[in-house]
């Protein structure tokens, strides 16, 4: 038997357009994101039902901005529900354009945020912000974020819950271009992060380590190299074993090391465009979300593998026209979730739309998913 994805609209917006959105989970019915509407601002919002319900959302912070940065991991989530973080660039859209990386905290599950500009400045680029956290209280908080005048992707850390912030610089230079960078933290040292890099013919990704909070670096070139790359996610299963998918012109692919991150092997997950995706894992199966060209119209897909990567299970997972942009995938022992919008010209019935697509269940996904990593026995 086949198992249904079920999707439905939460939020739309009726002055502009929904650009980017980042989700978090704590269980089968606590969900917590964090989206724009460009014309706008910035909101908050979370489900106690699963995402049947919502609360009205949370204002962060007002005004029209250019907010490409929020995607995937830009939102964190206490285990009691009660402390948030958020992070996110914030271009203005008059002149001079200031831009800037900000950190928004609540300490009362989501009712009001305070901001800090972590980084600001005029035409400098700033963007591709993602977060980290080390440990369940929040104290060690890790960002990281790209700077285009001059070129360079940097961590930026705290100790103390936000309080104060140490910023080292990854790397510099040619390579340190491109955009969608990802951040796990294994330790309060032990810091990972991929991301990719554009010269003036060809794209590539790139993985990064450190092993004492950013003062060196060890890095990576995967030595994949595209004529275009539309994104990458990063889940580190433990020090050795790292995982990143990425979207390239025409196919999605995935990468996995086996030591450490010195080295990458790569399979074919679809054949397909894709435009962002987002990677999770659970009981050793791996999650990777994703948008396709369907020819008239963009629509969600989610793909699975349950042997770390070696071969892929596609799936149509929402076909609302023009949806499946910048999705946000959170995988937990009986559920999936993924956060995505509508866009483009696409998108005539619904232009403006926030989309939660998900599976919730009683029995394990693992079980749930089974059927479809049967073997077939012929006789």
Request: aromatic fraction near 16%; glycine fraction near 8%; hydrophobic fraction near 35%.
């Amino acid at each position: 038997m086949a198992y249904n994805w079920t999707s439905s609209t939460i939020f739309s917006s009726p002055t502009y357009q929904i650009g980017g959105q980042s989700l978090y989970a704590l269980d089968n019915n606590n969900l917590f994101i964090f989206f724009t509407d460009w014309n706008t601002g910035l909101y908050f919002a979370k489900s106690t039902d699963g995402g049947i319900t919502w609360s009205t959302p949370v204002l962060v912070e007002s005004g029209e901005v250019w907010t490409w940065g929020i995607r995937n991991r830009s939102i964190w989530v206490s285990s009691n529900g009660q402390t948030i973080y958020l992070t996110y660039n914030w271009w203005i859209t008059e002149e001079p354009y200031p831009q800037t990386i900000k950190f928004a905290k609540s300490i009362d599950g989501g009712s009001s945020f305070s901001v800090t500009t972590l980084i600001s400045g005029d035409d400098i680029y700033v963007s591709n912000s993602a977060i980290d956290v080390y440990g369940s209280t929040g104290e060690y908080i890790y960002i990281v974020y790209s700077q285009e005048v001059p070129n360079k992707i940097c961590l930026v850390y705290s100790t103390d819950s936000g309080s104060n912030w140490t910023t080292k610089i990854v790397r510099s230079g040619i390579n340190a271009t491109g955009f969608l960078y990802n951040i796990k933290a294994l330790s309060t040292s032990k810091i990972y992060i991929s991301g990719n890099f554009s010269t003036t013919s060809s794209w590539g990704c790139w993985f990064a380590k450190t092993s004492d909070s950013g003062d060196t670096w060890a890095y990576t070139d995967t030595g994949l190299v595209y004529d275009s790359m539309l994104g990458d996610a990063l889940y580190v299963k433990d020090e050795n074993t790292i995982f990143i998918a990425i979207c390239a012109a025409s196919t999605v692919k995935f990468l996995q090391s086996t030591n450490g991150g010195s080295s990458f092997t790569s399979v074919q997950i679809d054949s397909v465009r894709g435009y962002a995706i987002s990677m999770w894992s659970v009981a050793n199966i791996l999650f990777v979300a994703y948008p396709v060209s369907g020819g008239s119209q963009y629509f969600l897909k989610i793909s699975y593998s349950n042997n770390d990567g070696v071969s892929w299970i596609n799936e149509n997972a929402d076909t609302f026209v023009g949806c499946g942009y910048n999705p946000s995938l959170w995988v937990g022992s009986t559920n999936v979730f993924t956060l995505h919008n509508t866009g483009g010209a696409l998108a005539v019935s619904c232009r403006n739309c926030l989309r939660l697509t998900k599976i919730i269940s009683s029995l394990p996904i693992s079980s749930i998913l089974m059927y479809k990593f049967r073997p077939v026995v012929l006789v």
